[in-house]
């Protein structure tokens, strides 16, 4: 089967002012030649019936009417200023005609301009009419875009840090003046490097042809295109002058412009795999007065995640309760329902889902969770929603652990946060869902802007037929268990405590990508990983176990959450090193359950300094191992 291209066009390849520039009448700004006619910088990105923009510029409907852009799957922002990013209420139609949100990637001093920028956007508060649906996520590392993998390229534009983006053998370098060297690594074995070019007189802020042709002569792409043009360039008389000095693979790029690049089995991102069943049972955690690591060690139990052939599971996924009324009604059991975001799937989810799996025993019915994708506060209160704990194959993995029969994920939108309390027990639980109970948490709210609480709820089970129970919260050391205080802990790096919260290790999953080669070369090789998760441990160096693609058995490792500031790295990564060793090829993903942190990260003088402390930590990381396997190996106590 022929792998998809990645179609590139050119929405805009002007400066902040255009060509041509208001009231200038310059012999560029008033030429007849189409090429020269530049609107602000910005480019689409189009695979597989999907699309992406990087940039809404003041443009944006008018390059958008241009390109018959029909559909928009994402927007990558580089940066925040504000020929990049005033076009961004024109995303509304696409929200309007798609009935989604869409998912908007940037670093985060953009999404502080763009917050204030558009304030009514994000400030929570109702509207008299639509505003822009949007998701925002922070870029850290490198995701998934249109099927492939994204990989953020930090620049500095003057002194403002701002991002460029390779997308498989392509990448766009717009608006910067300066390179770091480690984002130099990240752009060999481009076939497609567009990259600012904005004119021949030196400026603070952006590159000149004879900057960006020293570029290209050191990252060898196949072709390179100059963008971000000003007035000063005719296109016609520049690409005479670059073929002049021998750069015949080096071109203008213009409006309209369309490239297309070959995709490769080494760009593809990492895809979601199908839900696994968990054999790891909380019972397992032991108290941090038994256990060095406050977490049972490999063997007790097969690990729960499964990369690259997953054990069939029994559960049914379901995207809406008219689809589990479908599969299961004929069957006349009805439904005992576990109801929550189970975020991370801690002691305290645990405990509903384990609850509702018991009555449907003793009801004889389909004991089935009902939960949302995306969580209700990405939608809703977007600036301020959390960073997910799971992926969604975590979430139903755990719920398959906890012996339940069915999963409803139903996609949360607007339309469903507009329905009443009433409404949503009646369509939903009652009409679709058969239901006979439900289990909720002490803080379950329901219904058009939260109205719906336990009491109401239980009120209504009474009218309606059906129980409602209502599970006190799980604590530990005197506090509730719950997805904020997890997130809390990881994001501090304390992932034993983390871990005891959640009742298993924190895992980071995702595929395996190729690093700069400067482990390998200076220190251990690492394992650099892709991660699905939205929240990373806190900067630092950790114990970890890491599982491979395929593999039941797990590997002592030591992983590094950080940006290698001893080679003056700035994006942040995750590299693994296993302890053991391996046969075969790298693998295309794992698995990596984080056990205990060992130290902050930091910057040594030099590799010799950081290639020592390397080894201390890998001498720690076998001696916890040890430890641990001595405690496991010993009888209990009389």
């Known amino acids: 089967m022929a792998i998809a291209p990645l179609k590139i066009t050119v929405l805009g390849s002007g400066t902040s002012m255009g060509v041509p520039t208001p009231g200038c009448h310059c012999r560029v700004c008033e030429s007849t030649d189409p090429k020269d006619k530049r609107l602000r910088p910005s480019l689409l990105l189009a695979r597989a019936g999907q699309f992406a923009v990087i ?3 003041p443009d944006f409907r008018s390059q958008a009417l241009r390109a018959n852009l029909d559909r928009l799957d994402a927007v990558l922002l580089t940066h925040a200023h504000a020929d990049h990013i005033m076009g961004f209420d024109d995303v509304r139609p696409f929200n309007l005609r798609q009935n989604a949100v869409l998912p908007v990637y940037a670093n985060a001093p953009t999404f ?22 949007v998701s925002l996520h922070e870029v850290q590392q490198p995701f998934e875009l249109l099927g492939i993998t994204c990989t953020p390229i930090p620049l500095l534009h003057g002194d403002l840090e701002v991002l460029g983006y390779r997308f498989g053998r392509a990448a766009y370098l717009t608006d910067f003046s300066t390179i770091p060297d480690s984002s130099l690594a990240l752009l060999h074995g481009l076939d497609e490097l567009i990259l600012d070019a904005l004119r021949d007189i030196p400026h603070p802020m952006h590159q000149t042809v004879d900057q960006a042709l020293a570029l290209v002569q050191k990252l060898e792409p196949r072709r390179a295109w100059f963008t971000h043009i000003a007035h000063d360039l005719s296109h016609g008389e520049t690409t005479e002058r670059l073929r002049a000095l021998g750069y015949d693979h080096v071109y203008l790029a213009y409006d309209g412009l369309e490239i297309e690049v070959s995709i490769h089995d080494a760009d593809f991102a990492a895809t979601p795999n199908s839900a696994t069943r968990s054999s790891q049972n909380p019972a397992t955690v032991a108290s941090p007065e038994q256990n060095p690591a406050g977490l049972t060690p490999q063997g007790a139990a097969p690990p729960a995640f499964h990369v690259a052939a997953p054990e069939p599971t029994s559960i049914a996924v379901l995207s809406s309760a008219a689809a589990w009324a479908e599969r299961f009604r004929s069957a006349g059991r009805g439904s005992t329902l576990a109801i929550g975001n189970f975020d991370g799937a801690h002691l305290g989810h645990q405990a509903i889902l384990r609850a509702a799996a018991a009555r449907a025993q003793e009801l004889r019915a389909t004991p089935t969770v009902l939960t949302f994708d995306p969580l209700p506060q990405k939608i809703l209160r977007p600036e301020s929603a959390p960073l997910r704990l799971t992926t969604n194959e975590q979430r139903v993995a755990q719920f398959a652990a906890a012996k339940m029969e069915a999963a409803v994920v139903l996609p949360f939108t607007h339309e469903l946060s507009r329905l009443a309390p009433e409404e949503f027990v009646d369509q939903i639980l009652v009409r679709d869902l058969r239901v006979r109970a439900v289990f909720i948490g002490e803080n379950f709210r329901f219904g058009h802007r939260q109205a719906g609480n336990p009491e109401l709820l239980r009120q209504l089970g009474l009218a309606r037929g059906f129980e409602v129970a209502i599970l006190e919260h799980v604590t530990n050391h005197h506090e509730v268990v719950s997805s904020t205080l997890i997130r809390r802990e990881i994001a501090a790096g304390d992932v034993t405590r983390a871990a ?31 991660p699905e998760q939205e929240l990373l441990p806190g900067r630092g160096v950790y114990v970890t176990r890491t599982q491979f693609a395929g593999q039941t058995r797990t590997y002592r490792s030591v992983t590094n959450i950080g940006v290698r500031p001893t ?12 302890l053991e060793p391996l046969d075969g090829p790298t693998p295309e993903k794992i698995e990596v359950q984080f056990w205990k942190r060992l130290r902050d990260e930091k910057k040594f003088s030099g590799p010799d300094e950081l290639r020592a ?26």
């Open 500 to 530: 005891r919260l959640l009742g298993r290790a924190y895992v980071l999953t995702g595929k395996v990508i190729s690093g700069t080669g400067t482990g390998r070369r200076f220190t251990f090789p690492t394992l650099n990983l892709v």
């Open 613 to 638: 402390q390397i080894a201390r930590d890998m001498a720690r990381a076998q001696h916890f191992f040890n430890l641990v396997r001595v405690f496991r190996a010993s009888p209990p106590p009389a």
């Open 112 to 133: 502080d301009v763009l917050r204030r920028a558009f304030s009514y956007v994000f400030d929570g508060l109702p509207k008299p009419s639509s505003i822009p649906a």
């Open 55 to 57: 940039d809404t510029t």
């Open 567 to 578: 080679f003056n790295g700035s994006a942040l990564t995750v590299e693994t090193h296993v």
